[in-house]
C-alpha cells in the first residue's frame, strides 16, 4: 500500500523559532499534498493544499506568511511553521493524493503518521 | 452500547457487541465520503468509503450507511473488538472541491472486555 511519511515525529523547540516538516510520499507520485492541524481532542482542521511546483493554497484564517509549504517534488512538501509561539503546538498531518487534482476515485488520499509540535 | 444523538463523542461497548457511530455532514454537494480511524498519536487510517449514489456499503466487519436526505453517516462495527478503540472521523468531498476532504467532529470509540 502507498506510505507517507513525516520527519520529524516529534519536535520541542522554543519561541520564535522557525521549525520545518517534511511530508514524503515513499511509493508513489503526490500531485497534491495537504497539511492539517489537530489539537487535542478536535477533528482535522485542513490548513492548505500544496500542489507540486505551484504556490499552495491557504484556507481562510490560515496565515500564509506564518505556515510555509513548499512543494518542490512529486514525493515531498514541506511546512515551515516560522517564528513559531506556544498557541502553535499542535499535530501536524499531511496527506498525499496521487490523482490529478479534481479526479475522483476511492481511497483518496493517504496520511502521514503527523508531527508532534511543541512550542515552548 | 447505544448510539443518541447524530453528535455522540464518546461511545462505550462491550467487546463482542456491535458500534454505531454517527456523523452528519454539513454540504449537500459533498458526493463522497470516508470514514477514518485514528488512534492516539497516528496519523488517520482509511476504512471504508462510499459514493453518494449509495445508500450502504459493506466491508469487512464494518458497514457504511448513507442518508443523503438528512445528511447522515454512519459506520456500524460489527463484533467490535479491543482494537477497534480509537476515534473515527467521518469526512466528506464533492466534485468541483479539488479532493479536499471536510472531516467531522470525531467520535471516540472504547471498547471495554
Known amino acids: 500500500g502507498a506510505v507517507v511519511s513525516q520527519h520529524p515525529s516529534r519536535v520541542i523547540c522554543k519561541s520564535g523559532t522557525s521549525v520545518k516538516i517534511e511530508c514524503r510520499s515513499l511509493?508513489?507520485?503526490?500531485?497534491?499534498m495537504f497539511w492539517y492541524r489537530q489539537f487535542p481532542k478536535q477533528s482535522l482542521m485542513l490548513m492548505a493544499t500544496s500542489n507540486e511546483g505551484s504556490k499552495a493554497t491557504y484556507e481562510q484564517g490560515v496565515e500564509k506568511d506564518k505556515f510555509l509549504i513548499n512543494h518542490a517534488s512529486l514525493t515531498l512538501s514541506t511546512l515551515t511553521v516560522t517564528s513559531a509561539h506556544p498557541e502553535d503546538s499542535s499535530f501536524y498531518i499531511c496527506?498525499?493524493?496521487?490523482?490529478?487534482?479534481?479526479?475522483?476515485?476511492?481511497?483518496?488520499?493517504?496520511f502521514g503518521p503527523g508531527t508532534r509540535l511543541t512550542v515552548l | 452500547g447505544e448510539s443518541v444523538g447524530l453528535h455522540l463523542p464518546t461511545l462505550s461497548v462491550q467487546e463482542g457487541d456491535n458500534s454505531i457511530i454517527n456523523c452528519a455532514y454539513s454540504?449537500?454537494?459533498?458526493?463522497?465520503f470516508i470514514w477514518y480511524k485514528q488512534e492516539s498519536g497516528k496519523g488517520p487510517q482509511f476504512i471504508i468509503d462510499?459514493?453518494?449514489?449509495?445508500d450502504k456499503r459493506q466491508g469487512q466487519r464494518v458497514t457504511v450507511l448513507l442518508n443523503k436526505t438528512v445528511k447522515h453517516l454512519s459506520l456500524q462495527i460489527a463484533a467490535t473488538q479491543p482494537g477497534d478503540s480509537a476515534v473515527y472521523f467521518c469526512a466528506e468531498t464533492f466534485a468541483g472541491g479539488y479532493n479536499k476532504l471536510i472531516f467531522g467532529a470525531g467520535t471516540r470509540l472504547a471498547v471495554h472486555p
Open positions: 511509493d508513489f507520485q503526490a500531485t497534491t
Open positions: 496527506s498525499a493524493d496521487s490523482r490529478a487534482s479534481g479526479a475522483r476515485g476511492t481511497d483518496t488520499q493517504y
Open positions: 454540504n449537500s454537494a459533498s458526493d463522497y
Open positions: 462510499i459514493r453518494s449514489n449509495m
